[in-house]
């Protein structure tokens, strides 16, 4: 009979595949305006497309199959966008009658995920994935038993549009802490995380930004990250488009 190896040297289990996102449309745009006058932040257009149409591209080429997609501000015109999705099915959660932020917005379409881990994004983020799906990259490196959040994260210096000075670093483990006032750090958080459901629980449907669930993840040692290997843009106000539109133009 074959020994059983050490524990330590024993593979990590494969994660199941993530068939589910959250898409958090909900928000006010106020950074976009003029923009967002007569339409909500999701479905301004960069490089021919409305940017929730190039986060439904990306979960679709990852094989995802459900999108939760919250929406409060011009709800009406970003619902019917939605109607129109191919090759995914849409679930909308509806903040109509009040806005709930990051966190409280995942909070309530809980009763619409069915996973234990599922993807959580911006719509109005930009990515484009290198060599390897940034999904899959995410789905890979997932250990249930460790982590309760594994954020995609870019370096500063490849950061494109953005004007911060770091969110997190990182230890050789992968696990995240803060930066802290005044100083810069490494890596810049893209809106695109895998979060673990039982890391809401007891959280009550209130407004409140997921930064209150990477605090807690962090206190418990459970919030990790992952490094992206492509491309990544900040498109948070009217003058960061042409710029993004500029840099994908030249490659």
Known sequence: MTAEPPLALRPTPKAPPIRTAMVLAAGLGKRMRPLTATRPKPMVEV????????????????????????????????????????????LISDERDHLLETGGGIVKALPLIEDDHFLAIN??????????????????????????????????????????????????????TRRKPGRVAPFVFTGV?????????????????????????????????????????????????PQTEALLSHG
């Not at 407004?207 to 993840?217: G, H, Q, T």
């Open 123 to 176: 719509s109005d983020n930009l990515w484009f994935d290198g060599p390897i799906d940034a999904i899959h990259l995410l789905g890979d490196r997932w250990d249930d038993a460790q982590m309760d959040a594994l954020l995609l994260l870019v370096p500063l210096a490849r950061a494109n549009c953005h004007r911060g000075q770091g969110d997190f670093h990182m230890d050789p483990a992968g696990r995240l």
């Open 47 to 90: 490089a021919g497309k409305p940017l929730i149409d190039h986060a439904l591209d990306r979960l679709r080429s990852a094989g995802v199959q459900r999108a939760v997609v919250n929406v409060h501000y011009l709800a009406d015109a970003l619902e019917s966008h939605m109607r129109r999705a191919k090759g995914i099915e849409v």
């Open 193 to 241: 995380q895998l979060l673990a459901k039982r890391l809401f629980d007891n959280e009550p449907i209130e407004p409140f930004s997921m930064n209150r669930m990477f605090d807690k993840a962090i206190a418990s040692g459970r919030l990790y990250g992952l490094v992206h290997q492509g491309l990544w843009f900040d498109v948070g106000s009217p003058p960061a488009i």
